[in-house]
């Protein structure tokens, strides 16, 4: 099963779901060239958060789309990448143009 990743200056990577969620955020973590101190995640096109990094022993298919496209998420206000409190959480749209989309942030 594969997704799409957008991030960046529109740019788009696909990537194979059928893998556990913490290899899968790490490999496009990679892919995308993010930095090595980044915690992402993944949100649909609605700004849905798919929450893949509290469950990362679990399959990324469990969670995904069949050929879905989800938008790279930069998360804010974390101490550690195992911190899931939401209270402090920020996502941030790694997509350019959207970083700064109230409407797309504010439905978190």
């Not at 997704?3 to 194979?16: A, E, L, M, P, R």
């Not at 496209?69 to 409190?85: A, P, Q, R, S, V």
């Amino acid at each position: 099963m594969f997704v799409t990743v957008k991030y960046g200056d529109d740019q788009s990577k696909i990537f194979n779901a059928n893998c556990r969620n913490d290899i899968l955020l790490h490999s496009i973590k990679e892919k995308c060239k993010c930095n090595s101190n980044d915690i992402v995640e993944l949100s649909d096109e609605d700004g849905i958060v798919k929450d893949l990094r509290r469950h990362p022993f679990e399959y990324g298919v469990d969670f995904l789309k069949e050929r879905e496209t989800l938008i790279l998420l930069k998360i804010e206000g974390l101490y550690h990448e195992n911190d899931f409190d939401r209270s402090r959480t920020i996502y941030r749209p790694m997509l350019v143009g959207m970083e700064n989309n109230t409407e797309f942030v504010g439905k978190y």
